[in-house]
């Protein structure tokens, strides 16, 4: 049996390790061209097929049938077959109800600013038309027919959700935003399609905001649980929704650790990275392995500006990746940048252990007791602003991290 996901770029896609952990069947992952595509679909050598760009739209002219949902949205996203017959369908849709429902997010009244103007545009048009939206205004860079542009924006303050359906953010282009919320004062909920990174720019000013937001990997999940359910002709699939995200966000997370110099990020950071499978990175070992010198140096050579512009290249290189436990210096906290950066993917923890029991050798800044205690109170309220996760540390690192991965889990 074959069954796949086709696109043109899938070096980002989870799809593979969502549909095999449902244990029934392998699933593959075909980058193809446009010319690619046709003759693939045309010889209908596999079992059931998931589409993505850019060919959600493309691929209807080659279904015997095309379910009404798929054909009032205009693209489908989902292959299989019935009676020998090529059937087209779009989970997509249930999978983005599914993320906006778990997120707290309803459409009923509300006015629905939607980003972008592609297939998923389409369905969550569709979507949000279903659910009861008093109007929903599409916008593109262009203002095509039918859509306004992005300048007009400011004429639509008293927009109440905001779903982007666009790349804008997405890996490697992190920290990119088609949009400030700041200027939309009414905003009550944001959808981010992106899930790579976890939080994009608009996702983290939501958050900040204290705004009901998702991103996009609970709609991956559940339109891959009912894509499944259409492969197979069985039920039962989209119960696993909650565990299969639950894996992932802990297989991909980073765990960024947090606090004082000489806390312990690094020892304990190695010993969680070996236990939980991830790849331990430290960034003050990046930034002298950029610098060609170290700490200390840098601090002597070129001052603490300095220093801190090396900290941001590193935090913002590092943010974007995944699967890794990070152990942070102590000041990165200073700059809201880094810690932006650092939790698109991350769960920050900070680790709290006693002023007299911080180590101090080779800490420019924490030369001596008195330093270091006025650092620890000017960097406190920074440290639990920032942490998802307090964590006070007890003596033996072993048993640190049995007990930190019990929190994280």
Do not use: W
Request: glycine share 10%; charged share 20%.
């Amino acid at each position: 049996m074959t069954y796949g996901l086709i696109g043109e770029k899938l070096g980002h896609s989870y799809s593979q390790q969502i549909h095999e952990s449902l244990g029934k069947y392998s699933y593959q992952l075909f980058s193809l061209s446009k010319t690619e595509f046709e003759s693939f679909i045309a010889a209908r050598n596999f079992d059931g097929l998931n589409i993505t760009i850019p060919y959600k739209k493309a691929v209807i002219p080659f279904c015997d049938q095309v379910s009404d949902l798929a054909r009032e949205i205009g693209a489908v996203n989902t292959l299989y077959f019935r009676d020998g017959q090529l059937c087209g369908t779009n989970t997509d849709y249930q999978g983005f109800l599914y993320a906006a429902q778990a997120a707290g997010i309803s459409f009923e009244n509300k006015k629905v600013l939607i980003l972008g103007n592609g297939g998923t545009s389409l369905m969550a048009r569709k979507a949000a038309k279903d659910q009861g939206a008093r109007r929903i205004l599409i916008t593109t860079r262009r203002g095509e027919a039918g859509c306004i542009s992005y300048e007009e924006l400011s004429s639509h303050k008293d927009i109440d959700l905001i779903v982007n359906t666009t790349p804008a953010g997405t890996y490697p282009h992190n920290g990119e935003s088609l949009i400030d919320l700041a200027d939309f004062p009414a905003c009550s909920g944001v959808i981010d399609v992106i899930y790579n990174p976890f939080s994009t720019v608009l996702l983290q000013q939501a958050r900040e905001r204290g705004i009901a937001c998702t991103n996009g990997l609970p709609m991956l999940v559940a339109q891959a649980t009912a894509a499944a359910e259409y492969f197979l002709g069985e039920t039962g699939f989209q119960q696993h929704n909650e565990s299969i995200l639950h894996q992932l966000r802990r297989q991909i997370e980073n765990i960024v650790l947090i606090g004082m110099p000489g806390c312990g990020k690094t020892t304990l950071g190695k010993l969680l990275a070996e236990k939980l499978g991830k790849s331990f990175v430290d960034m003050d070992s990046v930034i002298e392995q950029t610098a060609g010198k170290s700490i200390p140096e840098i601090f002597a050579e070129s001052g603490e500006a300095h220093f801190r512009s090396l900290e941001t290249e590193a935090a913002r290189s590092l943010g974007k990746e995944k699967g890794q436990v990070i152990a942070t210096g102590g000041g990165v906290v200073l700059r809201p940048e880094n810690m932006a950066a650092l939790g698109q993917n991350g769960r920050i923890v900070f680790l709290q252990r006693p002023l007299d029991e911080l180590a101090m050798e080779g800490r420019p800044l924490s030369k001596d007791r008195a330093a270091l205690a006025h650092m620890y109170e000017v960097r406190l309220p920074l440290y639990e602003a920032y942490s998802q996760l307090s964590f006070q540390t007890v003596p033996g690192a072993e048993e640190s991290a049995a007990r930190l991965l019990a929190l994280l889990d």
